[in-house]
DNA sequence: CGTACCATTGATTACTATCAACGCGCGTGG
DNA sequence: CCACGCGCGTTGATAGTAATCAATGGTACG
């Protein structure tokens, strides 16, 4: 499988206290960072990059951090807690589109345009690195490596974006979805297998485009088969290379 | 992939020598020509971009236009014809991702990865415009309205994509994939409530995740209800405003 | 002229949404 | 301090919809 969002970052933290500034604990805070350095930026442009960043307070559960319709002025990385990011459609039905993690950024899709086309908002207490347009972008046009990384992002967001639109099985987007969340947390050096899913069944619902009695009952049968231990929202995967089988069949073999 | 592309743009769509025309975008070749100039490119740069170009030769229906894993060498633009990109996952199973009409460009979100990551394929008797990497690339990086057009059409892709993931009614998937394909042709100024749908059901299905049997139900349905005429591919769209309803309603009102 | 592939339609099955009821934890306010 | 409301999560019963299996006719192509 293709892991949604992930792939790159290696578990590459402490990189970053070579220039300075105390080193950042020990999963690294900012994917921009990590990912600017496995682009070959050069240590110029990082001290550059770092200047710039500025760091959030932080919001509480329910509040936005942006709406749709904001002008874009920033990208957002997760510093800590977690956010997810939805639409409101005609209908005034919401449309959660995703969530991002301890580590993860938000909002890239905007740089090029002049606002955000969709909300986000804090499910936990969360804080932010900022990184401030166009100060950002201009910073960007001059280093090459930047630009590429932005777009790559993009790219995969992309991709990623049509992953969970394709199969219907309810087993196997619960299942994806789970073995997401652990690579994700995986890449950024936390627990992957033993962790709390930050957001509720009806965001997983949402998310998934299902109902949430679905979610709790694949929780629940998943947890029955011993896939996984479930208790509320805290979590613990138990068979992963099942719940990765699972991910992937459709209702092939 | 054969085919003579060494020509050199010899008939120039007449829309390029628009100094002053305003004639816009009626039967225009090329989606690149006409958003460089609403995006506000030069007529230096245009020019430029105009040398670029290069056309290949015609693909046949069932031919690869390029397979995922190829080199990313150049950004394809349909002149003629029909395409629709895919990938295989690892069940084996075809995914198709997208249909390429007339003045569409494939290929975009590889422009700065290594490699394409998906099929394309061509439907019918199909040729392109193609253009060259990197000699393309480093255009955009001088042409800052080139390099902002291709990040807001990845962006656009992005939302795309998540549209027709959204909703589960076989109808309103249907629905609003008519209304999709009418309003692309519209806006290359072709025939937009009478015209071929050039793919299978199963493609369709596919792309829509459903059963190909299902489609073939819910056209036959539209047809009696008056909604749509269709017989074999050809399609003629009655009552686009109801379409469109139903297109956006998962349940509402 | 036969072999695929495509499209349509019918019958049946399986899955998930929906409706409904209940327990739980938490904050507010009486 | 306790009652209450509220959001959350679980579980059961039911119904609707789309997948699947199956059969048929049309058409393009060698």
């Not at 500034?21 to 496995?38: L, N």
């Amino acid at each position: 499988m293709r892991a949604a969002h992930s792939t790159r970052y290696p578990s590459a933290p402490s990189v970053l206290g070579s220039n300075g500034s105390g080193a950042a604990s020990s999963g690294s805070v900012c994917a921009f960072f990590d990912d600017c350095i496995d682009a070959g930026c050069n240590q110029l442009e990082l001290a550059e990059l770092q200047c710039l960043v500025e760091q959030t307070g932080s919001f509480r559960a329910g509040e936005h951090v942006f709406r749709a319709g904001d002008p874009f002025r920033a990208i957002f990385a997760v510093r800590r807690g977690m956010v997810k990011t939805r639409r409101i459609d005609n209908g005034g039905r919401e449309q959660v589109l995703g969530f991002y993690l301890p580590g993860e950024m938000i909002g890239l899709d905007a740089v090029y345009a002049e606002q955000f086309s969709y909300d986000a908002v804090a499910l936990q207490t969360t804080s932010f690195c900022r990184f401030p347009f166009p100060a950002m972008g201009e910073f960007a046009a001059r280093a090459p490596a930047v630009q590429r990384y932005l777009f790559r992002m993009l790219s995969r967001d992309l991709g990623t974006a049509s992953l969970l639109a394709g199969d219907h099985a309810a087993d196997a987007r619960v299942a994806a979805f789970l073995m997401d969340l652990s690579i994700r947390y995986a890449a950024r050096g936390l627990a992957a297998t033993r962790f709390q899913l930050g957001m509720s069944r009806v965001d997983i619902a949402n998310y998934l485009r299902l109902a949430a009695e679905t979610v709790s009952r694949v929780f629940s049968r998943f947890d029955s088969r011993q896939l996984i231990k479930i208790d509320g929202r805290e979590l613990e995967l138990l068979d992963q290379a099942q719940l990765c089988a699972i991910g992937q069949s459709l209702r092939s073999g």
